[in-house]
């Protein structure tokens, strides 16, 4: 209803916006072929200079399908330019989520130094509203099988290395 709302007002980013949502729900739902078909048309647009809030969110979902889709060269090259596209928008509520699905998917490839990396930038960029002790943070990468328990101690490893060092500040 917001994009049929926005199309009526005029209003091309609502629109934009609306539509982007969608395709955030369909990676949720698990109808990855229509999620994948959006984003790999936007992710274009993104790339041909016409940058969005909503890139590295939509880069993470992709990543995701394409890590569960055995196609680890393309979720790599998505994680790797998430990053980028996070810091650009310079909000953490783009920066925290985006470094900790960069966490747990490197984990779940076996880069643990780099995922720890990922992990500690987050805790320090926010780390009163780092979701990383958060379940529904995690359940994005949740479509990614394999060392998911592992993942999960690295970062609880972490959080709790974090506030041991805050305690210690404080």
């Known amino acids: 209803e917001a994009v049929a709302v926005g199309e009526r007002l005029g209003n091309a980013f609502v629109v934009k916006y609306s539509r982007l949502i969608q395709l955030e729900q369909l990676f949720q739902k698990g109808d990855w072929d229509g999620a994948l078909r959006g984003a790999d048309e936007f992710l274009a647009a993104c790339e041909a200079g016409e940058p969005h809030y909503m890139e590295s969110a939509l880069r993470i ?25 996070a810091r650009s928008v310079g909000d953490p509520q ?6 900790e699905n960069m966490a747990i998917v490197y984990v779940e ?22 979701g990383l002790c958060q379940p529904g943070r995690r359940r994005d990468a949740e479509v990614v099988a394999g060392r998911r328990a592992d993942a999960e101690r690295l970062l609880e490893v972490l ?12």
């Open 159 to 170: 959080v709790e290395e974090h506030l041991g060092a805050a305690g210690a500040l404080g």
């Open 109 to 130: 490839l076996g880069r643990v130094d780099e995922a720890r990396a990922f992990a500690r930038e987050a805790l320090a960029a926010a780390p009163l509203v780092a």
């Open 61 to 85: 979902d992709r990543a995701n399908a394409r890590l569960a889709r055995d196609d680890v060269e393309g979720a790599l090259d998505d994680l790797q330019k998430a990053l980028p596209a």
């Open 94 to 99: 783009a920066l925290i989520p985006t470094l």
